[in-house]
């Protein structure tokens, strides 16, 4: 049984008092929905500060990267063991990281596994381009890129992994339903193949790439989709309670 997931990937946008601000708008309301795991990715410098406000709550906190090493002369980096402390969830591979920040499937590899040696819960981001779907290789783009992020990875639960066409995030133009459901089959079996069938039935598998309140039902009402990584929309109160309630709505388990 996979509980659906919904988290919000602030990128580089709001500062710590606009963060506070947004959080103190969402937080009655969505700590009240039930049935969704609800997940927080705001920037670093504001963890701290959201991770006391969430105290107490159902809401639970993400970051949005992390270096691999544990500590170290590596200027400008933050480390699992800083990330531990503060919040339960990492995002890592995220599109922007790799097409922007040259991420490696061998980096992105080894944050997997720190990551999950520190007991952090990482949201794996895979996706192709759109001269990659055009050319018919999305698949082939996805499974190198899952079987190189999890490479000598040990089975877990803990891991989210996020389908994320580059084409579709912050373009206004998400993937069908049926596509995004499609790959995700794919990426559950190559899951499969990797790890065990059972282990790749219980794992979450979301969707991201605009994702707002018209289009997620159509989404999670996919039985392969198991909940979304939103971003533009997750900066708007009013847009991410409607997408975690229609999610609740649809799909909602006990948690
Ligand atoms: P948008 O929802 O803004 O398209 O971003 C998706 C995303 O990249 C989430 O990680």
Known sequence: MRVPLVAGNWK???TVIEAEELVYDILDTLDRIKG???VLCPPFVSLAAINMMLQGSSIKLGAQNMHFETKGA???EISPLMLRELCEFVILGHSERRWYFGETGEMINKKLNAALTHGLKPILCVGERLEENETGRTEEIVRKQVRTALNDIKLTPD????????????TGKAASSKQAAATIKLIRSILAELWNKDIAQNLRILYGGSVTSNNIAEFI???EIDGALVGGASLK???FLNIVTQTAEIKGKPV
């Open 12 to 14: 580089m946008n709001t």
């Open 36 to 38: 969704v795991e609800k």
């Open 74 to 76: 590596y200027t400008g």
């Open 159 to 170: 891991l989210v992994v996020a389908y994320e066409p580059v084409w579709a995030i912050g």
């Open 221 to 223: 009402s996919q039985p």
């Open 237 to 239: 109160a009013e847009e």
